[in-house]
């Protein structure tokens, strides 16, 4: 099983939907991460949590939010989907206590989303 | 905040050749610096990290080096094989959480 699973792998919603995309994680990390993937542009950040009571917007938040509901679990949503919100969406998680030894990021497989 | 910098035209060379990748970033050398892999449609996966006191990493076929003054840092992959293809992301930490660059894509012909 992987250790960072994300859910579902694959979506096409229509503009003006509400979407979730689902994380969880068993490598019993504190820092879970969402980030963006668009061909050419490599991966954009959109929120990032340090504990479950620790949200913080990346570079790309507008459009997105998030719910860190457990330390294993942190969610995405897209309030009403947009075309331009295609993408490969990636959840990640790293350690805190690794955080001065190299904060190493492990990524899930990715959800593909695609907005008609 | 940090900017990285890597070549984003695909390098291609000859099995057997060495592979190398650059990775510029524009301000603070960084603590450490980590080099990913990804394959089309997957997730990255950590490959190497170097600290700011490291000249030079290495692990298997790879070797990264690490530049402050340049602040550059290169990626090597010696005896290149087309196993090898993929794309290469440099990253580095910024206010605790990593930013990455947009990826190098390399192709290994046989």
């Known amino acids: 099983d992987a250790d960072v699973t994300q859910t579902p792998r694959n979506r096409i919603t229509k503009t003006g939907k509400r979407i979730m995309l689902e994380c969880s994680q068993t490598?019993?990390?504190?820092?879970m991460y969402w980030y963006r993937q668009d061909p050419g542009l490599g991966l954009q950040l959109i929120y990032y949590?340090?504990?479950?009571?620790?949200?913080n917007k990346g570079e790309i938040s507008d459009g997105y939010s998030v719910s860190r509901q457990a330390q294993a679990k942190f969610s995405l949503s897209l309030e009403s989907a947009i075309p331009n919100q295609t993408a490969l969406y990636f959840c990640a998680t790293s350690d805190l206590g690794q955080h001065f030894s190299g904060n190493t990021i492990y990524f899930g497989e990715g959800s593909w989303l695609t907005v008609v | 905040s940090q900017k990285i910098e890597q070549n984003s035209e695909a390098l291609n060379i000859q099995e057997g050749k060495t592979a190398t990748l650059t990775c510029n970033y524009t301000?603070?050398?960084?603590?450490?610096l980590q080099w990913y892999r990804q394959d089309p449609g997957r997730g990255p996966v950590f490959l190497l990290l170097?600290?700011?006191?490291?000249k030079e990493k290495r692990k298997e076929r790879l070797k990264v080096t690490f530049d402050t003054t340049l602040k550059q840092s290169l990626f090597h992959i010696t005896a290149s094989q087309p196993a090898d293809s993929a794309t290469y992301l440099c990253a580095l930490e910024e206010g605790g959480k990593l930013i990455f660059g947009q990826g190098t894509e390399l192709s290994v012909k046989p």
């Open positions: 490598k019993g990390h504190d820092r």
């Open positions: 301000n603070y050398s960084p603590a450490y």
């Open positions: 170097i600290r700011e006191n490291e």
């Open positions: 949590s340090f504990d479950v009571k620790d949200i």
